[in-house]
T-cell receptor
Framework: NAGVTQTPKFQVLKTGQSMTLQCAQDMNHEYMSWYRQDPGMGLRLIHYSVGAGITDQGEVPNGYNVSRSTTEDFPLRLLSAAPSQTSVYFC???????????????FGPGTRLTVL | RKEVEQDPGPFNVPEGATVAFNCTYSNSASQSFFWYRQDCRKEPKLLMSVYSSGNEDGRFTAQLNRASQYISLLIRDSKLSDSATYLCVVASNQAGTALIFGKGTTLSVSS
């Protein structure tokens, strides 16, 4: 199993550009989520999905779109990149909603995004 | 009041020391609690869940005090490999579909 994979590992964008961060998992997990981590801010939930075709907003959804057409993939789209979106982005998945010891949330290695 | 608050540290301790981290949360309806560990520039990994009765996993002990909305993590006999940032995590809704992370407490264990 590859676990949770994210591409790209690093990305530099100019203000106003759009791009999609890819996330895939091969563990047949229903629950997937996206976080951003900024210095001094901790991880903040952007969007999450409890299954294919179902998504919901987290704490900081503005400027981002998601879709979940398959169980395996959960891409995060930046509509018009802004310097405030410079961050490290982590994708995570778990068998179901991440409560309880049996539902460990597995994180991908992260994408380091810089917006100039 | 922030939803999950932690002392950022850093905690600098010698090998073999016992160290305790504290965390407070604001949502009294929260039902699920966790400690995650994050090494520098790496992804977070689950260290342990926190149960109402308290739970232990080797050198690590987690406690929950619902009345005070307080979570703790105790590390005994610290190892160099314990050096990391420890994240307190609380489910922000009863369904547990949204997790709120604290900013983390940094631990540095030295020989």
């Amino acid at each position: 199993n590859a676990g949770v994979t994210q591409t790209p590992k690093f990305q530099v964008l100019k203000t106003g550009q759009s791009m999609t961060l890819q996330c895939a998992q091969d563990m047949n997990h229903e629950y997937m989520s996206w976080y951003r981590q900024d210095p001094g801010m901790g991880l903040r939930l952007i969007h999450y999905s409890v299954g294919a075709g179902i998504t919901d907003q987290g704490e900081v959804p503005n400027g981002y779109n998601v879709s979940r057409s398959t169980t395996e993939d959960f891409p995060l789209r930046l509509l018009s990149a802004a310097p405030s979106q410079t961050s490290v982005y982590f994708c995570a998945s778990s068998y179901s909603a991440p409560t309880g010891a049996s539902n460990e949330q597995f994180f991908g290695p992260g994408t380091r995004l810089t917006v100039l | 009041r922030k939803e999950v608050e932690q002392d950022p540290g850093p905690f600098n301790v010698p090998e073999g020391a016992t160290v305790a981290f504290n965390c407070t949360y604001s949502n009294s309806a929260s039902q699920s609690f966790f400690w995650y560990r994050q090494d520098c520039r790496k992804e977070p990994k689950l260290l342990m869940s926190v149960y109402s009765s308290g739970n232990e996993d080797g050198r690590f002990t987690a406690q929950l005090n619902r009345a005070s909305q307080y979570i703790s993590l105790l590390i005994r006999d610290s190892k160099l490999s314990d050096s990391a940032t420890y994240l307190c995590v609380v489910a922000s809704n009863q369904a547990g579909t949204a997790l709120i992370f604290g900013k983390g407490t940094t631990l540095s264990v030295s020989s």
